[in-house]
């Protein structure tokens, strides 16, 4: 079992920057792949980056070049630092766990955190 706990959503105006947080807790949070998703009002959730066991990291191609995903074993915490924020980047973020290399489909994550919600105006 993993827990995941999101943080450091907000509000922020286009082209600033948010770092968010998603500490784990459970066992082997070090053997999963970690990814980001994102759902907007009246859509579906979407991909946007994940990082392997071996720190390889994969991204949508709607941030590519804005978001960079990281983690830190040592404290099982993943992070997603957000620039050049964009009013169509506003959406509840979630972290989530995959026991698989990386995927970029929800139904492949096994554990979710709970969202934080990003909002970027313009």
């Known amino acids: 079992q993993v827990q995941l706990v999101e943080s450091g959503g907000g509000l922020v105006q286009a082209g600033g920057s948010l770092r968010l947080s998603c500490a784990g807790s459970g066992r082997a949070f070090r053997d999963y792949t970690m990814g980001w998703f994102r759902q907007a009002p009246g859509k579906e959730r979407e991909f946007v980056a994940a990082i392997s066991t071996s720190f390889g990291t994969y991204y949508a191609d709607s941030v590519k070049g804005r978001f960079t995903i990281s983690r830190d074993i040592a404290v099982n915490t993943v992070y997603l630092q957000m620039n050049s924020l964009k009013p169509e980047d506003t959406a509840v973020y979630y972290c989530?766990?995959?026991?698989?290399?990386?995927?970029?489909?929800?139904?492949?994550?096994?554990?979710w955190g709970q969202g934080t919600q990003v909002t970027v105006s313009s």
């Open positions: 989530a766990a995959s026991p698989y290399t990386v995927r970029r489909q929800v139904n492949d994550y096994d554990y």
